[in-house]
Nanobody, 125 residues
């Protein structure tokens, strides 16, 4: 079964940038989705975007469209990665960011099967 793990979180000032990494291990297929989610204290989990690993189609939520970019990186002899590049960060982007594996066409919402533990992103002066 595929496994995912997030890294790259930290503290950044408003207007700054940060790139998160979701490392994929035990990848056993080409056709799958990798979704990025976030959860802030006291708020529901929100999906910020997703990518289809094979087709490279992407989708983003309105709250991050134009500021965040998801990219897939297949690496020979190393674990594959999906990055979440975040630009022009705002205090309201502060959350635990989590990646997850799903199936089907690229989408927001629906069922996601395998989840990471998350990495904290704090946007503050």
């Amino acid at each position: 079964q595929m496994e995912v793990e997030e890294s790259g979180g930290g503290i950044v000032q408003p207007g700054g940038s940060l790139t998160l990494v979701c490392t994929i291990s035990k990848r056993d297929r080409l056709n799958f989705l990798l979704g990025w989610f976030r959860q802030a204290p006291g708020k529901e989990r929100e999906q910020v975007g997703a990518i289809h690993w094979n087709l490279r189609d992407t989708v983003y939520s309105d709250s991050v469209k134009g500021r965040f970019r998801i990219a897939a990186h297949a690496r020979e002899d190393q674990e594959d990665r999906v990055t979440l590049q975040m630009n022009n960060l705002k205090p309201e982007d502060t959350a635990v960011y989590i990646c997850a594996v799903g199936k089907g066409p690229v989408r927001l919402g629906g069922r996601w099967d395998t989840w990471g533990r998350g990495t904290q992103v704090t946007v503050s002066t």
